[in-house]
């Protein structure tokens, strides 16, 4: 019996009262990429990531005991049909485990504190939120104090939504998916707390290129990977690359940590053109970025470098140390980003439980 089954065998038939909880998570930014999937969202590579500071969504739930499975959502005043449809199927998936989900009403009001149109993935932050809401739920209802189990719990839930989701229920810096070199698991991502203390301080400027939902999105991406010619290379390289950046954040050779995550980006983004149909997410102000911080860094010497998420988006990632230098290089950047928008990120410490006022 796996670790998901197990917990939920001890949950009663029904909710007896109604349950309200609130959980603010953050969104995530991976070093190295998740990209192909199996299974139940289980994942075909590890992947590395760590939770952003500014980029969160805070979500409230109220269950409430009713005879059949209802879910809506109110998504900053408005309403989501896909969304709402998204988190029905999650929803209807642990009702097939456990008939405790088939006959609760499930109400659910979320935000995010980053622009919806920004172009950023909310699906990891909200997920994550979502799940850490269902953990409470189950905790609560089996009346049992949070302890490790319960983000493990949570992380196995957000990845059930979302695979990147299952990263975003810790702080700092967490892998999930199979490893040789680190206790880490397919089902739930752990924590990883190996590395040297200049990782502490990594930003992270998100230049925002486009604000356009994505031609082609994640689910579609990682389901062209089964196809994918170049997949099980790519995949034998993202485990490669995994145990690399572990080691290169263990000794904190700066250089060779931004030789990893710019190779992760990119060959993300080779994946897409080569998979069946071919794809590009990328524009011409991301291409025109990235050449900027090469040229920034071979001028400076300064240790920065980028990541890419399955969009347009630059993230740039710098340390702290350097911000006096780096700030306005970022600056002359704006310029490529729409309408100039730039989020001022960094590493996070995880999410946070809201304590209800009413
Ligand atoms: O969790 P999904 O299905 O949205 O996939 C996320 C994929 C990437 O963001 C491109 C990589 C990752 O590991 O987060």
Redesign the pocket.
Known sequence: MNFYLNTLSFLPINLAEPFTVSWTAPS?I?LV???GKHGKQLPCNA?L?FSLRESRTTTKIVFTPAKELKVSLDFEGAENEKFRERLEKFFKGLGEVTHFFKSIDICISSSNTFPHSAGI?S??SSLASIALCVSSLIYHVTQKDVDDGFYKLASYFARLG????ARSVFGGYSVWGHTNILASNDEFAVPFKSYDPIFHDIQDAILLISESEKRIG??IG?NLMSKNPFADIRYANAQKNLNKLADTMKTGNLKQFFEVIEQEALE?HAMMMVSNPPYLLLEPNSILIINRIKEFRESTGLNLGFTI??GPNIHLLYFEKDKEEVLPFIESLRQYCEKGRIIFDGLGNGPVINHMTT
């Open positions: 995530n991976a990429k998740y990209w992947s990531s993935a699906s990891a979302s695979g990147s989701a994640s689910s990682h993300l998420d399955a």
